[in-house]
């Protein structure tokens, strides 16, 4: 069961005595809860929602939660009737949904990956990063045209996508996978698919790089430029660093979810 549904927590005098990521699980509901009420969500209405859950607290304490959204700019009140959210609210109703689906997808992730059951999601992506640095010196060094120009495309599949704002995963995914192949180092390719980050792993990645709102298609693109100027060191440098981006993301993300 996903960390967002499994944990009960209790609520006294209003208090919020729980981790940054609680709060954020009770925001998310709260939030959900105004844009889809049919009418302003007072705190009584909060007090029952929030029980059904699973998370005990009196209605002082949903109206104070309700006094922290509104004081953050999330919600807004109407008169006497109750709160509605604002276009900040909808924007951070959207940011916890996405880290919500990150959780969620991690948590399928790592009991479906069976090669890495026992390791932490930090040692399989340093892993990764091994890899697929030695991968990058070598496909500046043996890339044909032909390599580039599919690199070349798959950038460009990824920009016009992320510009429709469509499903871009597999596209992501492809760019890490054609380097390794360029590579033409059979093991390199066994080492990268025994530790099997599929293409469902690459979402979770995307959902933290929104989340920390870290650039995602630039890296790819220094990456390609350097591996087209045959500079081996440059190219080995940029996918260190931008995998290293890549594993402080999910490293902040899974700390939230465990502190």
């Given at each position: 069961m996903s960390g967002w549904t499994q944990k009960i927590m209790t609520i006294c005098g209003g208090v919020i005595k729980v981790r940054s990521y609680q709060?954020?699980?009770i925001n998310l509901m709260v939030l959900e809860a105004a844009?889809?009420?049919a009418v302003p969500l007072g705190a009584g209405s909060v007090s029952i929602i929030l029980r059904d859950r699973g998370i005990m607290i009196s209605e002082a304490g949903a109206g104070?939660?309700?006094?922290?959204l509104r004081e953050g700019g999330f919600l807004q009140k109407v008169g006497f009737k109750g709160h509605v959210p604002t276009h900040e609210g909808i924007k951070k109703l959207s940011s916890l949904r996405t880290a919500r689906q990150a959780?969620?997808?991690l948590d399928l992730l790592m009991e479906s990956s069976v090669n890495l059951k026992g390791h932490s999601l930090t040692d399989i992506l340093t892993a990764r990063k091994a890899i697929e640095r030695e991968a990058a010196m070598q496909a500046a060094l043996k890339a044909t045209p032909e390599d580039i120009a599919r690199l070349e495309e798959i950038i460009g599949q990824q920009y016009r996508e992320m510009e429709r704002k469509s499903y871009y995963a597999d596209i992501s995914?492809?760019?890490h996978q054609e380097i390794i192949k360029i590579a033409r180092i059979p093991l390199?390719?066994?080492m990268y698919e025994f530790i099997g980050l599929s293409v469902e792993w690459q979402i979770f990645f995307i959902e933290t790089f929104r989340i920390y709102d870290t650039p995602l298609n630039v890296p790819h693109e220094n990456i390609l430029k350097a591996i087209r100027d045959r500079d081996p060191?440059?190219?080995?440098d940029l996918m260190e660093e931008h995998l290293s981006d890549v594993i402080d993301n999910a490293g902040n993300f899974t700390a939230l979810q465990t502190k």
């Open positions: 709060e954020d699980r844009e889809s009420a104070r939660i309700l006094r922290s959780a969620e997808t995914a492809d760019f390199l390719k066994m060191r440059k190219a080995a």
